[in-house]
């Protein structure tokens, strides 16, 4: 797969802030306009609404629509993703690939949006894993200045970047219904750094998501990249607030065993799972458990059809804060002896 190299923004550009799934803003329009408020102020971008942004509800042709206005408008040097939602398995694989393969331009997105982005990826546009405009941008109180390093990175920065982990996290938010939410500072803990299995040194490209979708992608038969080019992929997953048991990661993982791909990658880099919710709270001892069966599930599986790939769990992408928005069609380095990861932005 040739990829097409992606066009940085500086201060000043437009950019699209499309609902590609959830129209979370048309519920929520006091967390969106704090994310819009962000945008401007500390990345210094012009949003550009469409006609779906807001509206709850809309038709998959309507924001299809949308997504491929977005990516044929010259003036608009970007797109993010307000938020994710359940339902782009319906009506991505029906989108054309000229309007985005001809006007490659960043787009910003996780969770549900990893549909679009394996779309993105079959039309040879990189994409961005993260940085959504009702979570990254508007969290509440101020944005993680961890989050916003990397933001920065992708937006205006090229070349080489060596990762970082970041020494406090957080996964859980404040109920969006209560609009006095947005300036409590959440609580965070102690990050124990990456958890590491495998040895070697490996370069591939980056591909992957939210691992529901792509168990969706495998139910629904929806085309992903071809047996050679998982020669040459570093695979990556994370999980989302449905909070998925330890039974639903073990399967999707051996669908991707079954189906010869983790026989295949170069590598395997998980994020930290979300362990909680607002509405779904549990102690620090369950929090433990969830992640350590979930970490512990993945490398079974995974050493069950390839005993020696490089596998980096504990990262910070996905459904959780801090977060690094992954440059999926890009170049990555994984390198066990020297427990470093460097990825092209």
């Known amino acids: 797969m040739t990829f097409k190299k992606l066009p940085k923004l500086k201060r ?114 990189p994409s961005y894993y993260g940085g959504c405009i009702l979570t990254q941008f508007a969290m509440q109180c101020e944005m993680d200045s961890f989050t916003i390093s ?38 965070y803990e102690k990050n124990n750094g990456w958890q590491w299995s495998g040895q070697g040194y490996v370069e591939g490209i980056l591909w992957g998501g939210c691992l529901e979708s792509i168990d969706e992608m495998l139910r629904h038969g929806i085309i992903l ?36 791909i983790l026989k295949r990658v170069k590598a395997i880099l998980v994020g930290r799972p979300k362990a909680q919710e607002y509405n779904n709270l549990r102690s620090s001892e369950e929090r433990m458990r969830y992640r350590k069966e979930q970490r512990n599930t993945i490398i079974e599986i995974v050493r069950r059809y390839n005993g020696t790939c490089p596998i980096v769990q504990n990262m910070d992408f996905g459904h959780t804060d801090p977060q690094i928005c992954l440059p999926m069609g890009c170049e990555a380095v994984i390198d066990t002896q020297k427990k470093e990861i460097k990825m092209q932005f």
């Open 12 to 125: 000043g550009d437009k950019v699209a802030i499309l609902s590609p799934s959830f129209a979370a803003p048309g519920i929520f329009p006091e967390v969106y306009e704090l994310g819009l408020e962000r945008l401007r102020d500390i990345f210094g971008l012009e949003p550009v609404e469409y006609p779906t942004t807001k509206k709850v509800g809309a038709t998959a042709e309507e924001r299809s629509k949308d997504l491929i206005a977005a990516f044929e408008d010259s003036q608009i040097k970007g797109v993010i993703a307000t938020i994710g939602g359940d339902d782009q398995v319906t009506y991505i694989k029906d989108l054309p690939t000229d309007p985005f393969a001809n006007n490659p331009k960043p787009f910003f997105g996780y969770s549900d949006n990893t549909h679009f982005m394996q779309h993105l990826w079959q039309c040879g546009v």
């Open 150 to 187: 990397y933001l920065k990175k992708a937006l205006f920065e090229s070349g080489e970047v060596a990762l970082s982990a970041s020494e406090e996290f957080n996964d859980i938010g404040y109920d969006w219904n209560d609009p006095k939410n947005l300036t409590r500072r959440r609580v």
């Open 225 to 260: 990249p071809i047996d050679a080019e998982f020669d040459n992929i570093v695979l990556f997953t994370e999980t989302s607030e449905g909070l998925p048991s330890a039974d639903h990661v073990l399967r999707v993982y051996r669908a991707l065993g079954e189906r010869g």
